[in-house]
């Protein structure tokens, strides 16, 4: 999917591959032997379909930025190739050159699976004039409020929802979220592999599209 001079590439689950003048990846998880080097990768928590050692180390290269929560630290230190490593606490801001990047709430509100007050968080990530919201693992939160108004004239904002059910929000759920943060296009993700099926992104594409909500469906890279 190309949004402007930005391309968002799904790599099955949670992962995205977001490329202009910065390779950028977000959770990659069982991607490609050959997948591309990355400049800077997001990982939105320590869960091992988030914070893959193994996929980590096929992308990463000298100087790589690795962006991380706190219980993710102990498990990134292992690398031969050396890379940079910042630890990220909800409400943080950050710049890499041009990109913005904002870190968001991520948990549960009546599941076990990503409490409050642990450390999963989400991203909003600023490339000119898009915006690319990352929620990770996540139900619909109070917090998503603050994201209402982000789709403006001069802002392309799209949201990456998980939709698998379980560990994070379901299909229903993902719709209500949609609602609330009024983006330009929703894509579903966190299904295919683990939980969820490509028959719940048919269904959130439907349910969106009934609230006048824009969904695409990404093939997986």
Same mark, same amino acid.
């Given at each position: 999917?190309? $949004? %402007?001079?930005?391309? *968002? @590439? ?6 995205? &591959? =977001? ?5 950028? #990846? $977000? %959770?990659?998880?069982? *991607? @490609? ?6 400049? &800077? =990768? ?5 869960? #091992? ?173």
């Amino acid at each position: 999917m190309k $949004i %402007d001079d930005i391309e *968002i @590439k799904w790599l099955g689950h949670s992962g995205f &591959l =977001i490329k202009n003048h910065k390779i950028i #990846y $977000i %959770d990659p998880y069982n *991607i @490609k032997d050959n997948s591309e080097k990355a400049d &800077l =990768i997001l990982i939105t928590h320590s869960h #091992y379909d988030h914070c893959s050692v193994a996929d980590i180390e096929k992308i990463i290269k000298n100087g790589t930025k690795i962006i991380v929560t706190a219980d993710c630290q102990s498990k990134i230190t292992r690398f031969k190739i050396p890379i940079k490593i910042e630890i990220v606490e909800t409400g943080q801001e950050l710049v890499f050159e041009k990109i913005k990047i904002s870190v968001f709430p991520a948990y549960n509100l009546d599941k076990p699976f990503h409490k409050k007050d642990e450390s999963g968080v989400g991203y909003l990530i600023k490339i000119n004039n898009v915006l690319v919201y990352h929620a990770g693992d996540t139900d619909v939160i109070p917090e998503m409020q603050k994201l209402t108004g982000y789709k403006q004239s001069e802002n392309k904002f799209i949201a990456l929802l998980p939709i698998g059910g379980r560990f994070t929000m379901s299909v229903e759920e993902a719709v209500e979220a949609a609602k609330i943060i009024k983006p330009s296009v929703a894509i579903p993700m966190h299904y295919g592999t683990i939980v969820g099926t490509q028959d719940d992104a048919i269904e959130f594409r439907e349910l969106c599209e009934d609230e006048g909500i824009e969904v695409k469906i990404l093939e997986k890279e």
